[in-house]
């Protein structure tokens, strides 16, 4: 086995021990564990208008779900599922050697959902990354949404404002 390769299976592996320790933390300081679902939001907040934004540096640490995706990761994008191993693991060894192209996601006020990428914003939160180039679709939103939403705060804020 290469260097390179048994460094990624110990990223992966400590991306899934990590898993316990947030979920501790979570329920300590009552953070949300779960990534946001897109369909949900949208379909909760009627969304269907959307406009292209193009290419942004964005912080990853506002990327709070995904399109499609959004059982397979902690709210931190930690993998949950050790069945991702290999993929997580080849995502990772492309990291050492060359860097990832751009993500894309979907912009809804404040905050970001993965529409293809998702194994590059679990590898780059492993590594401690802070932004990520992606290619923005911004979806207007009739209420602001923060990193530290959980759907229930988003759709009491929701009809609040209605």
């Known amino acids: 086995m290469s260097i390179m390769m048994q460094q990624t299976f110990n990223d992966f592996a400590g991306a899934r021990h990590r898993i316990l320790w947030e979920r501790i933390s979570n329920i300590i300081t009552n953070k949300p564990g779960k990534l946001l679902s897109f369909y ?12 292209d934004k193009g ?3 964005i912080s990853i640490d506002q990327i709070v779900g995904s399109v499609g995706r959004h059982q397979e990761f902690t709210r931190s994008f930690l993998p949950k599922n050790e069945y991702s191993e290999q993929r997580w693991c080849r995502v990772d060894g492309i990291y050492y050697q060359k860097g990832f192209e751009p993500i894309r996601v979907y912009k809804v006020s404040h905050v970001y959902f993965v529409v293809d990428g998702n194994h590059r914003v679990s590898v780059s939160r492993t590594h401690r990354i802070k932004t990520i180039e992606a290619y923005v679709v911004e979806y207007p939103s009739p209420i602001a949404i923060h990193a530290g939403d959980d759907m229930a705060a988003i759709l ?3 009809q609040r404002c209605l």
């Open 40 to 51: 949900e939001v949208q379909r909760a907040l009627g969304l269907h208008i959307s406009n």
């Open 55 to 57: 290419l942004q540096e």
């Open 156 to 158: 009491h804020r929701y």
